[in-house]
């Protein structure tokens, strides 16, 4: 179970700092990403980190947020700035993990960011 915080209402032009830790232990963590659903739209990814720390992200929040990861706590950030209305949506964070080159993938339930104009 992974769980998400940092979600809420604000203007356009402010900032949320969005955390996601598993509830639990998870080992062999690969990639942190976060992903946002609105409204009668599909899923899509905004942002990744992998394990090296390689950063990856939509080319609609590039400049604005940035993904972050804690190793020693399993937590991923995703620091958003100079949000715009568009960004409206539910927030859901992912960890993948690998064992024995299997791929494991934890959601969490997602937290809601609603941008006023």
């Known amino acids: 179970q992974l769980v998400e915080s940092g979600g809420g209402l604000v203007q356009a032009g402010g900032s949320l700092r969005l955390s996601c830790a598993p509830s639990?232990?998870?080992?062999?963590?690969?990639?942190m990403a976060w992903y946002r659903q609105a409204p009668g739209k599909q899923r899509e990814l905004v942002a990744l980190?992998?394990?090296?720390?390689?950063?990856d992200y939509a080319d609609s929040v590039k400049g604005r947020f940035t993904i972050s990861r804690d190793n020693a706590k399993n937590t991923v950030y995703l620091q958003m700035n100079s949000l715009k209305p568009e960004d409206t949506a539910v927030y859901l964070c992912?960890?993948?993990?690998?064992?024995?080159?299997?791929?494991?993938?934890?959601w969490g339930q997602g937290t809601q960011v609603t941008v006023s104009s």
């Open positions: 980190i992998t394990s090296a720390g390689t950063t």
């Open positions: 639990g232990s998870i080992f062999n963590i690969n990639d």
């Open positions: 992912n960890i993948e993990k690998i064992v024995r080159n299997v791929k494991y993938n934890y």
